[in-house]
């Protein structure tokens, strides 16, 4: 993020009426968020990113198709949904993705006006890429904690987990074993 995009940032923080404490812990989370993002593999995950031209719509949409798993695939509504994107944007999103070999799109047999989309072998590679990358990331920052700075990251994520909008998410991928 450039000065002037922390310029304006914080100005909005600012202005749209948000308590000193809930924008420390706003700022807290995002540090945190974009230290997570780069360590352990230098950037080299969202160098990928850019290195297939993707936009964030896309990548969401990729993340998200790769959450489903390869027998589940949503409707192209249910996705825009999930992503809380409008169609239209997803639609063109999608017609990227589809251009570029990483997702595949087909008509539901018992209704041709709509399509289900899914990862194609080419994009689940480098979703599954991301994901080891970030996680082996992740698992290198929490081994790098003393044992109570870990204790209450622990028990902090632990409460988050358990709010309706995060819970359905955690299911997704709990119990998944990550080497």
């Known amino acids: 993020m450039s000065s002037t995009e922390t310029t304006i940032a914080a100005e909005h923080l600012t202005a749209s009426g948000v308590s000193p404490e809930v924008r420390e812990t706003a700022l807290r989370t995002g540090v945190l968020f974009r230290h997570l993002m780069s360590y352990g593999d230098g950037g080299q995950s969202l160098r990928e990113i850019d290195e297939h031209g993707l936009s964030f719509v896309q990548f969401k949409a990729m993340m998200e198709l790769a959450s ?22 997803l639609s063109r999103a999608v017609d990227g993705l589809v251009r570029k070999g990483l997702v595949t799109r087909s008509e539901d047999p018992d209704d041709r006006r709509r399509r289900r989309v899914a990862l194609s072998d080419r994009g689940r590679e480098i979703t599954d890429r991301f994901f080891h990358s970030r996680a082996a990331g992740v698992i290198e920052f929490v081994s790098g904690l003393t044992e109570a700075q870990r204790e209450s990251l622990d028990s902090a994520i632990g409460l988050l987990l358990m709010r309706e909008d995060i819970a359905p998410i955690y299911k997704k991928f709990e119990g998944v074993v990550i080497k």
């Open 68 to 89: 489903c798993g390869p027998e589940a695939s949503p409707y192209l509504q249910e996705l825009a949904e999930s992503l809380g994107a409008s169609m239209p944007s």
